[in-house]
């Protein structure tokens, strides 16, 4: 009840008896008594109900409620993560070259955004060998973390300090700056007195013994990420006197991600750097999982409970041991095209870029093979883009817009991507043409209408001179004799293309002379009910280079098509993405 309720609950009580039958409660003292008491009786009320609220995961609201609810439900809340980068480089030796040379841990290379500097650091040794016929050292494999490192080191004692600490189990110990990585904690242990020994973190995968040396991963009430090791019987617990040894990073988040031109801060001793180039840009950084994102995994957590056996389970785990993931899917090999008993696919969509690396694929498999079915291999794919063309024209009233035409234009293109990035750029999207045209519509209240077309594209990558065949599937019906590419080269012709031909054949097709001349006839099929397109084996001899990219360092055909159905529709591990925008307006 609010105060006023409280107040004529309190008058009512006190009318009710028979030494104050008569008193004028509105016009005395005594009123004023009634308002603090309705006012303490208030406050009370609502301070058990922010307090019952904080009880419970759906209800919390303060981040670090959420976070002690989640962790009765045996789940850790991601960190932030820095972004990761894979150079290649060349090191050319200073006098006599020995078989191999180590890049220590610690060695930093740093990239410019803009007004923003970030450093990347080197988190562990990389040996290069010597090769003799280049005369120099060469990689490209050397991989750096977004963030500079930095140690602090704990006693084991009776008592806590700032680098003390009493509890190695409960208490833990807190590393204090915010925004740290755990995904790059390195933990050493010294019980001897003579030599550290690196720990690993506690997975679910791992058997735990009284002699495990393992640590685990939280974050402290004061959002810090805290280490805490076993209690002796699960997990080895170091003893008083133990020195603790924290490495860490502290990581910028998101906008440290496509970063493509390093530097390096100093040489390698007794070398020369002559070269260094990014493999790929850099990828991965993300901030802190947020609140609303607690709530969601950590009910999802308890029901996995750190095994796969049901299809969410390797895609919960999948964002569990990858938090870089934008999304994810999974599903049964029996629900796969074809069908392929015995296994479970699983896509990731990365925050950045398109697929993820080779290493974090051989990484996620790892793990979900020592926590999965036994007879159930796991299998990581690639997404599978889904492009949109769009074209839009509307009409707009200048009375009843403040904006300019081109203003106008600029808006709408605004609300398709956001449209875009909002309900298409994961799995499972859905292009609902109708939800798309009120969008559009819904950008200012000066548009009338708008009509708009659109047509569907997949790319593929190509090697030139190398014979290959491929497979495309649009997972959309698709018009017939729609199909058309992007220009290539074919034996000795330029400005190719593919182009759909009677029936369901696909041909290529020269346009140079300014007329169409088929150049090879049936190089492929169309299916133009499920929309999977088959090109033949053959051999691309040049491309076109507004169709290179400069991540994958190719060439790649762009092939669109018009769907039969408005609405576009994905499936397994596909995403929808609005790529090129047409949009022009007029008055009336």
């Known amino acids: 009840p609010d105060f006023d309720a409280n107040k004529a609950a309190l008058k009512e009580f006190l009318k009710s008896q028979p030494e104050l039958k008569d008193y004028n409660f509105d016009g005395s003292a005594l009123s004023v008594i009634l308002d603090l008491l309705s006012y303490n009786t208030h406050m009370n009320a609502f301070y058990l109900n922010m307090v019952g609220n904080e009880a419970f995961l759906n209800t919390a609201v303060r981040r670090n409620s959420v976070v002690n609810n989640a962790k009765d439900l045996g789940y850790t809340p991601r960190s932030a993560i820095s972004a990761k980068v894979i150079l290649q480089a060349e090191f050319t030796p200073i006098g006599e070259a020995s078989s191999t040379l180590v890049i220590p841990k610690g060695f930093i290379v740093g990239a410019n955004s803009g007004t923003e500097a970030f450093v990347f650091t080197t988190i562990d040794d990389h040996v290069i060998n010597y090769n003799s016929i280049t005369g120099s050292y060469n990689t490209d494999t050397l991989t750096a973390y977004e963030g500079r490192r930095y140690t602090h080191e704990f006693t084991v004692s009776a008592t806590d300090s700032t680098d003390t600490v009493?509890?190695?189990?409960?208490?833990?110990?807190?590393?204090?700056?915010?925004?740290?990585?755990?995904?790059?904690?390195?933990?050493?242990?010294?019980?001897?007195?003579?030599?550290?020994?690196?720990?690993?973190?506690?997975?679910?995968?791992?058997?735990?013994?009284?002699?495990?040396?393992?640590?685990?991963?939280?974050?402290?009430?004061?959002?810090?990420?805290?280490?805490?090791?076993?209690?002796?019987?699960?997990?080895?617990?170091?003893p008083m006197g133990s020195k603790i040894r924290i490495e860490y990073s502290i990581s910028s988040g998101s906008i440290a991600n496509g970063l493509t031109v390093f530097s390096a801060a100093k040489n390698v001793d007794g070398t020369t750097l002559v070269h260094l180039a990014t493999v790929k840009a850099s990828s991965g950084g993300a901030e802190r999982e947020s609140i609303d994102s607690i709530k969601f995994n950590a009910s999802r957590s308890f029901e996995s409970s750190g095994r796969s056996v049901t299809?969410?389970?390797?895609?919960?785990?999948?964002?569990?041991?990858?938090?870089?993931?934008?999304?994810?899917?999974?599903?049964?090999?029996?629900?796969?095209?074809?069908?392929?008993?015995?296994?479970?696919?699983?896509?990731?969509?990365?925050?950045s870029g398109t697929v993820i690396p080779d290493e974090d694929k051989a990484m996620i498999t790892d793990f979900l093979k020592r926590v999965g079915v036994v007879t159930i291999q796991p299998e990581i794919v690639d997404p599978d883009y889904l492009y949109v063309d769009t074209n839009t024209k509307f009409l707009y009233s200048k009375t009843r817009s403040s904006k300019l035409g081109g203003q106008l234009e600029t808006a709408v293109k605004d609300t398709i991507r956001k449209y875009s990035d909002d309900t298409l750029s994961r799995f499972k999207g859905l292009l609902a043409f109708s939800n798309f045209l009120a969008a559009i519509d819904d950008t200012d209240n000066g548009i009338i209408s708008n009509t708009t077309t659109h047509s569907i594209a997949k790319r593929f990558y190509v090697d030139l001179g190398v014979k290959e065949s491929i497979e495309l599937k649009f997972s959309n019906a698709l018009v017939r004799g729609s199909v058309t590419s992007s220009t290539f080269g074919y034996s000795s012709f330029s400005d190719c293309y593919f182009k759909s031909g009677e029936g369901n054949s696909l041909n290529i097709v020269n346009s140079s002379g300014g007329e169409e001349t088929i150049i090879v006839s049936n190089i492929g099929t169309i299916d133009y009910t499920t929309g999977a397109v088959t090109i033949n084996p053959v051999i691309i001899s040049e491309g076109n280079d507004k169709f290179f990219d400069d991540l994958e360092q190719k060439f790649y055909i762009r092939i669109s098509a018009k769907t039969v159905d408005l609405n576009i529709q994905s499936t397994r591990n596909q995403i929808i993405l609005i790529e090129n925008i047409t949009v022009s307006g007029k008055s009336v």
């Open 311 to 351: 299809e969410e389970d390797y895609a919960f785990l999948t964002r569990q041991v990858y938090p870089s993931a934008k999304s994810v899917i999974s599903w049964g090999g029996q629900r796969n095209d074809p069908p392929q008993n015995g296994k479970v696919f699983i896509a990731v969509q990365p925050n």
């Open 166 to 238: 009493s509890d190695v189990t409960i208490g833990g110990c807190s590393i204090p700056n915010l925004n740290v990585d755990a995904s790059t904690i390195k933990v050493s242990v010294m019980t001897n007195g003579v030599d550290y020994v690196q720990y690993k973190e506690y997975d679910h995968s791992l058997n735990l013994g009284r002699n495990s040396q393992v640590y685990f991963v939280r974050e402290d009430i004061n959002e810090y990420v805290n280490i805490s090791f076993g209690d002796g019987v699960l997990g080895f617990k170091p």
